[in-house]
Antibody
Framework: QVQLVQSGAEVKKPGASVKVSCKAS????????MSWVRQAPGQGLEWMGW???????TYAQNFQGRVTMTRDTSINTLYMDLSRLTSDDTAMYYC???????????WGQGTLVTVSS | DVVMTQSPLSLSVTLGQPASISCRSS???????????LNWYHQRPGQPPRRLIY???NRDSGVPDRFSGSGSGTDFTLKISWVEAEDAGVYYC??????????FGGGTKVEIK
């Protein structure tokens, strides 16, 4: 069965960076879009970007220059690196999987990133 | 960017009664391949979202048939024929036709009375 298991919660200071990982299993890792979606406390869902099945990346305008998404196909793991953190980046970060058309079907359990001085 | 607008913001439904959520997009979601990439997700408190419906009207595996999706172009609806206690939570629509970015509706909170 498809599983996306994310790394644990993080607490960071403003200005720092955070790297969240997502280990995939139960399917062919390189055959799907892998997106990151975040959710601020009590708020809705915001798409941050994806790694295309071919390895290319596309980022949302709001995160351009601050986010880097990578993958290690040898261990079926996706990474999201977000730099220059502010309190507005405090959120639950989800990795997701999706087919070419529908883009998002399965979700990881989420990683809470808290930015606080 | 395609703006997704859901209504109502919240809904209080008596157990066993029907519920309906609307989602409107600022542009047509009909893709050049003939598909309309509009998904519905359900999120319970403290849980990640779970996809219920893809491409407007296709239920995901394990989703009860009391959930149905309909619509075309820019207007879409999620209907629950009769609500059960487990249906409480927030429902989101998402479009994957015009990207980037993927965009979500603001969510509809469903409370079961």
């Amino acid at each position: 069965q498809v599983q996306l298991v994310q790394s644990g919660a993080e607490v960071k200071k403003p200005g720092a960076s955070v790297k969240v990982s997502c280990k995939a299993s139960g399917y062919t890792f390189t055959g799907y879009y892998m997106s990151w979606v975040r959710q601020a406390p009590g708020q809705g869902l915001e798409w941050m970007g994806w790694v295309h099945p071919n390895g290319d990346t596309t980022y949302a305008q709001n995160f351009q220059g601050r986010v880097t998404m990578t993958r290690d196909t040898s261990i079926n793991t996706l990474y999201m690196d977000l730099s220059r953190l502010t309190s507005d980046d405090t959120a639950m970060y989800y990795c997701t999987r999706g087919e070419t058309g529908d883009k998002i079907d399965y979700w990881g359990q989420g990683t809470l990133v808290t930015v606080s001085s | 960017d395609v703006v997704m607008t859901q209504s109502p913001l919240s809904l209080s439904v008596t157990l066993g009664q029907p519920a309906s959520i609307s989602c409107r997009s600022s542009q047509s979601l009909l893709y050049s391949d003939g598909n309309t990439y509009l998904n519905w997700y359900h999120q319970r408190p403290g849980q990640p979202p779970r996809r219920l419906i893809y491409r407007v009207s296709n239920r995901d595996s394990g989703v009860p048939d009391r959930f149905s999706g309909s619509g075309s172009g820019t207007d879409f609806t999620l209907k629950i024929s009769w609500v059960e206690a487990e249906d409480a939570g927030v429902y989101y629509c998402m479009q994957a036709t015009q990207f980037p970015p993927l965009t979500f509706g603001g969510g509809t909170k469903v409370e079961i009375k």
